[in-house]
């Protein structure tokens, strides 16, 4: 201890009127004899001690409150798929799905067109110089990170079911960025129809022209043109189909899904969307089971 050591001091003599209480000043003035020096190092001593016992205190209360179990942020998972049945809708340009049965009826060799069912379509950005597109992105070169996304949703059902072919317009996007500010880049954007409910029917669902063109919701090429400035990652949609045109301006490289269905259980916000994809070599399209994972 500090107190226990002895000290060395200097003593300065001074006339006795001026030496009269200098002992009772405080610390600060008791400097010069050895009675003084002593209570210094004591006090210093008995400080420090204080101090110490402190901050192990707080290193107690510390510890206890980072190894104290945090309560999770209650999650719900929502699956954005449909079932793949024999009778569910198909392009006219595909093959209906066929699924080949075992005698006990479960399934033995499935046959499903590429554009049957939930998909997910790559569209690859052109090289600027050259116009040429990537065909090397393809499903199997995407990592589990590209196929996990924040998520965003567009709720259009009130406008899209009347008129049937509805053409969702820059406006639409832009009237919801004022409710929930711009749409972050990188960014899922998934637009809700409600079209879905007519998955069922596919006569209705499809909703064919005499000319075999699709009559459902999909996206205006200013629409897509917007997205593109946004520097979003990918659309997905509760139809069959995105938009009747490309982009004007080709994006980075975007993630398209299509035929999602339960997008009304998503809020507008705070979505995280994972894509399983099949690992067809160099193909630009696979079936997806999209999975949603929102707040509860």
Same mark, same amino acid.
């Given at each position: 201890?500090?107190?226990?050591r002895?000290?060395?001091?200097?003593?300065?003599?001074?006339?006795?009127h001026?030496?009269g209480g200098?002992?009772? /000043?405080? $610390?600060? /003035?008791? $400097?010069?004899?050895?009675?003084?020096?002593?209570?210094v190092a %004591?006090v210093?001593?008995?400080?420090?001690?204080i101090?110490?016992?402190a901050l192990?205190a707080l290193?107690g209360?510390?510890?206890?409150?980072c190894?104290?179990?945090?309560?999770?942020?209650?999650?719900?998972?929502?699956d954005?798929t449909?079932?793949?049945?024999q009778d569910?809708?198909?392009?006219p340009?595909?093959?209906a799905?066929?699924?080949e049965?075992?005698p006990?009826?479960?399934?033995?060799t499935?046959?499903?067109?590429?554009?049957?069912?939930t998909?997910?379509? %790559?569209?690859?950005?052109?090289?600027?110089?050259?116009?040429?597109?990537?065909?090397?992105w393809?499903?199997e070169?995407?990592?589990p990170?590209?196929?996990t $996304?924040p998520?965003?949703?567009?709720?259009?059902?009130?406008?899209a079911q009347d008129?049937?072919?509805y053409?969702i317009?820059? #406006?639409?996007?832009?009237a919801?960025?004022?409710?929930h500010?711009?749409l972050p880049?990188?960014?899922?954007?998934?637009?809700l129809?409600g079209?879905?409910?007519?998955?069922?029917?596919?006569?209705?669902?499809?909703?064919l022209?005499p000319e075999?063109q699709l009559?459902?919701?999909?996206?205006?090429?200013?629409t897509?043109?917007?997205?593109?400035?946004?520097?979003?990652?990918?659309?997905?949609?509760d139809t069959p189909?995105?938009?009747?045109?490309?982009?004007?301006?080709?994006?980075?490289?975007?993630l398209l899904?299509t035929?999602?269905?339960?997008l009304?259980q998503?809020? #507008?916000?705070?979505?995280?969307?994972?894509?399983?994809?099949l690992?067809?070599?160099?193909?630009?399209?696979?079936?997806? /089971?999209v999975?949603?994972v929102?707040?509860?």
């Amino acid at each position: 201890m500090l107190g226990d050591r002895p000290q060395r001091t200097s003593a300065v003599n001074l006339p006795r009127h001026q030496t009269g209480g200098a002992g009772f /000043m405080g $610390l600060g /003035m008791s $400097l010069g004899g050895k009675h003084s020096a002593g209570r210094v190092a %004591l006090v210093a001593a008995v400080l420090g001690v204080i101090a110490l016992i402190a901050l192990i205190a707080l290193g107690g209360v510390l510890l206890e409150a980072c190894a104290a179990p945090s309560t999770p942020m209650p999650l719900r998972h929502v699956d954005l798929t449909h079932t793949l049945t024999q009778d569910m809708p198909h392009l006219p340009t595909t093959t209906a799905t066929h699924i080949e049965r075992t005698p006990d009826g479960s399934p033995h060799t499935l046959t499903l067109a590429v554009g049957n069912g939930t998909t997910l379509h %790559l569209l690859a950005a052109p090289d600027p110089v050259t116009g040429a597109v990537d065909r090397g992105w393809t499903v199997e070169r995407l990592s589990p990170r590209d196929l996990t $996304l924040p998520a965003v949703v567009l709720d259009l059902r009130e406008r899209a079911q009347d008129p049937p072919v509805y053409t969702i317009t820059a #406006a639409d996007v832009q009237a919801w960025e004022q409710q929930h500010g711009q749409l972050p880049a990188d960014t899922l954007v998934l637009f809700l129809t409600g079209w879905d409910v007519r998955w069922g029917d596919p006569a209705a669902y499809l909703n064919l022209a005499p000319e075999q063109q699709l009559g459902v919701p999909h996206l205006h090429p200013d629409t897509l043109d917007l997205l593109r400035v946004r520097g979003v990652r990918g659309i997905g949609i509760d139809t069959p189909q995105i938009s009747r045109e490309p982009p004007r301006a080709a994006p980075k490289g975007w993630l398209l899904l299509t035929n999602l269905t339960r997008l009304e259980q998503l809020p #507008a916000t705070g979505t995280t969307v994972s894509i399983g994809v099949l690992k067809l070599q160099g193909s630009h399209a696979s079936p997806a /089971m999209v999975r949603a994972v929102r707040p509860e």
